[in-house]
């Protein structure tokens, strides 16, 4: 198994675990937090999905999903077009509402452009440095995997609150 398809592996359960959580759901089930300023389900996949097209984007050099192919448009959401929810107050958080077609229909739209991408990496390419200012120098293979964890994390605090509300 090469990196890029390991990457692509855990990406793929990345979508398959993030459209089970929404599906099925009703826009107020997906809106629904557990605690008043805790994350909701709706939430936290439209940010690990806005977090990967973002900056799956970055390092590739090509425009998001959320733009390109109108996402940003069909959510309709009161921020600015580049807006990934890092940092979102409690009162942001609440302002994410969608259903979960659109939800689903976005990741899958995002880990399409991701696979395309990851396809064409070689080993030598994850050593490319991609942000220099951390020190360490961020590279391309250290930026995929902080993506893979973020994804990942929220993916089962989504699947956590989907359990918490029983459906």
Do not use: K
Request: proline share 5%.
């Amino acid at each position: 198994m090469t990196p890029a398809e390991l990457l692509i592996e855990s990406l793929e359960r990345v979508l398959e675990s993030g459209r089970a959580v929404v599906d099925g759901l009703t826009p107020d089930q997906l809106a629904a937090r557990p605690a008043p300023d805790a994350n909701p389900i709706g939430w936290l996949v439209w940010h690990l999905a806005r977090v990967q097209d973002d900056h799956v984007a970055d390092v590739a050099g090509t425009e998001q999903v959320w733009t390109a192919q109108g996402y940003a448009d069909r959510f309709g959401l009161p921020f600015e077009v580049g807006d990934i929810g890092y940092g979102h107050s409690s009162e942001q958080v609440g302002r994410v509402r969608a259903d979960a077609d659109l939800l689903a229909s976005y990741l899958s739209a995002v880990h399409a452009q991701t696979v395309s991408y990851l396809r064409g990496l070689s080993a030598d390419d994850l050593d490319r440095v991609v942000d220099e200012r951390w020190d360490p120098p961020v590279t391309l293979g250290v930026r995929l995997v902080s993506v893979v964890n973020d994804d990942t994390q929220h993916v089962g605090q989504a699947a956590f609150v989907r359990g918490l509300l029983g459906a």
